[in-house]
């Protein structure tokens, strides 16, 4: 009698695994997204198994289960789901989202099927995932080889958000490096769990079923056309000749979505072939959903399980697994999990459609019980590597990867220049890095020399005798990228100093309005001011036509910096009296009561509003705009702080989106800055030291309290990332986000001594 391999090993291994895992401060908070029992679907089972797997293998796991749910058909889950998300419901999956992130969710872990959600190739599910801000693991359950638009699309959206992206098969991890160009060390193989049940005891349950005397082949799951059961039905008349004894079972109720299109009449034209070939005395139909353990009871009164699928794609079977898990000798069309668990002589794999190959490999096992042994106790040699102990410490191993650490914030006491002189040469500022790397391609603009013309009137001592020499450099870009004919600053300059461009976004040239305000104002020369004073007169103009309400903002700070000093001011006192009417107007037209804001959206550089209306509140002495300027500020500061406490600026994904609250992703630099000088605004307003808490919450995302744990940010180089996205840093290093590192620190700095 055979017997069972030893588990001495694998059991103590697991048990040391489980004493040495990383101690964490509070447990992991995991939130489970897919289909869940009572639902009748094998990704319903699966989550359901990895629910218990988990819990069993780490009791201080928290699990909160989203379970999917039909619309058409009322599911009463069990306890343990948080929330059922309505297929095909955007409201739901929203609702779902908000809940995930006020759970303060460490990870969130989605089973992908593309059936399971709704939408065009199930791409409802991205109402979910572009909400929510946690690291993201996704099962993919099924990985095409030649997806259709609409597959692909929801694919690589998934890739790009995703921190892991687990799949059950080499030829998955393959196609999600050639087709969909995932990274590798993004991609983490887990086989499908399996029970742990003994070896050998058909016979036990043979008897349960009433297949005594009788030699078992057997077929499970949702019936439907691509489980390819007519072919093994052709079979039988073959294999009947030589073994009058055997049975085929075909258990599994008829697929829902096939059931609610016709019915059972694929199951009544399977029967009536049985017939047509007289073996309908050699099937046995158990027309039913069986519950897990029923299930694996019934496998284990098996011989022979059989998958005759008909799809090579199918890139994992839970079936199959099961099979092997319990000692079957299992007979497969080479769909993708087969060909690969089947591999080494642990199975038999037969083409396509080919009932004599299922005939013949079918008689030679029954009809050789050695070679059938030999196969069962090889197939439940694999199934060992895959039980649910085994995928449980595998998948806390991922967890534990994926899972944010805290990290230590501080402002430093110097920041260095060398990131910035990288990036800056005889003609300006670069606008963008490749890594660090100056990208010569995209030349320059006016944006990024006036940040950076601004930054040499704040630098330090030491910082200033590095790079000095440049304030002349971006004086010159700026000056030069005055259109006298237009009337308007040009923005972008190839690196052959050709103007790409006449007329640069209004942004851009409220933004050099403000950079020669912030000149005439704090320029260490006397000349320099002098000259800042002259081209802000000529210049200035412009902004009484703005549209954009940042470009109205920008150019509002620049009328304070200089009204700072020449309080009679005409023009720029007209800038900020008409920017302050403007942007009252925009606030009384968008404002609702959830949502306080000068636009419908949100978008870059959000609190540079507010803050213009607190400055322009104190000079013209208007209470009702220092009272707008503090009720927006509020509002989008409120909207940027994370529920575990840290700050997170407006992601680029919220852009475009009408009275949506911020999405997480990807976060840039120059909010950071903007919200400090925004909260050093407030409290010359309200002497409130909140808004000093507020200003270090935010400069704290450089270090690491962020939504990935990851520095962005190097004081001794003085160099920034230019963000973060769902999979964490983007390494590149352009000048937008080296300038706002840079004026972050000095503006931190400046509050912290101002404040006492």
């Not at 008897?207 to 949702?222: A, D, H, I, P, Y």
């Not at 935010?698 to 003085?718: C, E, Q, T």
Request: hydrophobic share 45%; proline share 5%; charged share 20%.
């Amino acid at each position: 009698m055979y017997e069972a391999p030893d588990r001495t090993s694998f059991d103590e291994g697991l048990e040391a695994w489980l004493l040495l895992r990383p101690k964490v401060a509070a447990p992991v908070r995991l939130a489970l997204i897919g289909g869940f029992l009572p639902r009748r679907c094998g990704i319903a089972t699966f989550t359901t198994d990895i629910y218990a797997s988990l819990k069993a293998a780490a009791p201080d796991l928290a699990v909160d289960v989203y379970a999917m749910a039909p619309a058409s058909v009322p599911t009463m889950f069990d306890p343990v789901v948080r929330t059922a998300i309505t297929e095909g419901d955007a409201n739901s999956f929203v609702d779902a989202a908000r809940q995930i992130e006020a759970s303060c969710a460490d990870i969130i872990w989605l089973q992908h099927e593309f059936g399971l959600f709704g939408g065009l190739a199930g791409d409802m599910v991205l109402e979910l995932v572009d909400r929510v801000a946690a690291p993201l693991i996704v099962t993919l359950h099924t990985v095409l080889a030649e997806p259709d638009a609409d597959q692909r699309r929801v694919m690589e959206r998934l890739i790009a958000r995703a921190s892991k992206l687990v799949v059950m098969s080499e030829r998955s991890r393959n196609l999600l490096r050639t087709v969909y160009c995932a990274d590798e060390d993004q991609i983490a193989l887990i086989a499908h769990g399996v029970p742990d049940r003994p070896f050998g005891r058909s016979h036990q349950f043979k008897s349960r079923f009433g297949f005594n005397g009788k030699l078992v082949v057997l077929t499970f799951g949702l019936l439907s056309p691509g489980k390819g059961i007519e072919a093994v039905i052709e079979a039988l008349p073959a294999i009947v000749e030589d073994h009058p004894d055997v049975i085929y079972c075909i258990a599994g109720a008829t697929h829902p979505n096939l059931l609610a299109r016709e019915g059972e009449s694929y199951r009544e034209r399977l029967q009536a072939l049985a017939v047509t070939l007289g073996v309908e005395a050699h099937i046995r139909w158990i027309d039913a959903f069986l519950e897990t353990e029923e299930l694996l009871d019934l496998l284990e009164a098996a011989d022979i399980y059989v998958t005759p699928y008909t799809g090579a794609q199918q890139s994992t079977s839970g079936t199959l697994s099961y099979a092997m898990a319990l000692g079957k000798a299992v007979v497969s069309t080479p769909y993708v999990h087969a060909v690969e668990l089947l591999a080494d002589d642990h199975g038999v794999l037969v083409p396509f459609h080919d009932s004599a190959a299922i005939a013949a490999e079918i008689k030679y096992l029954l009809g050789d019980p050695d070679r059938l042994l030999t196969l069962q106790k090889r197939a439940y040699g694999r199934g060992r590597e895959m039980i649910w102990p085994v995928f449980a410490a595998r998948s806390h191993e991922l967890i534990e990867q994926c899972r944010i650490a805290p990290q230590p914030a501080s402002v430093p006491d110097k920041i260095g220049v060398d990131g910035l002189l990288r990036i800056c040469d005889d003609t300006g500022i670069l606008q963008h890095s490749v890594h660090d790397v100056p990208d010569r391609a995209h030349g320059y603009c006016v944006d990024d020399n006036a940040r950076a013309l601004m930054l040499m009137h704040r630098l330090d001592n030491d910082a200033l005798g590095q790079c000095g020499q440049l304030t002349t450099v971006f004086a010159s870009f700026v000056q030069h990228a005055w259109n006298e004919d237009r009337g308007e600053f040009r923005n972008f300059m190839g690196f052959g100093r050709n103007w790409l461009e006449d007329v640069g976004s209004e942004d851009s040239c409220g933004r050099t309005l403000w950079a020669l305000s912030v000149t005439a104002q704090g320029a260490r020369s006397p000349g320099l001011r002098q000259w800042a004073h002259k081209l802000f007169a000529r210049t200035a103009p412009s902004a009484l036509t703005f549209e954009s309400p940042r470009a109205i903002a920008f150019a509002m700070l620049g009328a304070d910096a200089l009204l700072s000093t020449d309080k009679a001011h005409a023009l720029a006192l007209q800038i900020l009296r008409e920017g302050a009417d403007r942007l009252i107007m925009l606030y009384a037209a968008a404002a609702r009561r959830d949502w306080q804001w000068f636009e419908p959206v949100v978008a870059y550089d959000n609190c540079r509003l507010p803050e213009a209306m607190l400055r322009a509140g104190v000079r013209l002495e208007r209470a009702d705009v220092v009272a707008c300027g503090l009720e927006t500020l509020r509002w989008i500061n409120d909207a940027q702080i994370a529920p575990r406490g840290h700050y997170r600026p407006v992601g680029s994904d919220s852009f475009g989106h009408a009275y949506e609250l911020p999405r997480a992703f990807d976060q840039q630099p120059v909010e950071i800055w903007a919200a400090i000088d925004a909260a050093s605004a407030a409290y010359d307003v309200t002497a409130d030291e909140i808004w000093l808490a507020h200003a270090q919450r935010a400069y704290n995302w450089f270090a690491g309290r962020n939504d990935r744990g990851v520095a962005v940010a190097d004081p001794v180089s003085g160099t920034c990332r230019d963000g973060i996205n769902p999979r964490g840093l983007n390494l590149n290093e352009g000048a937008e986000s080296v300038l706002a590192y840079q004026h972050a620190t000095y503006a931190i700095r400046d509050f912290i001594a101002k404040a006492g």
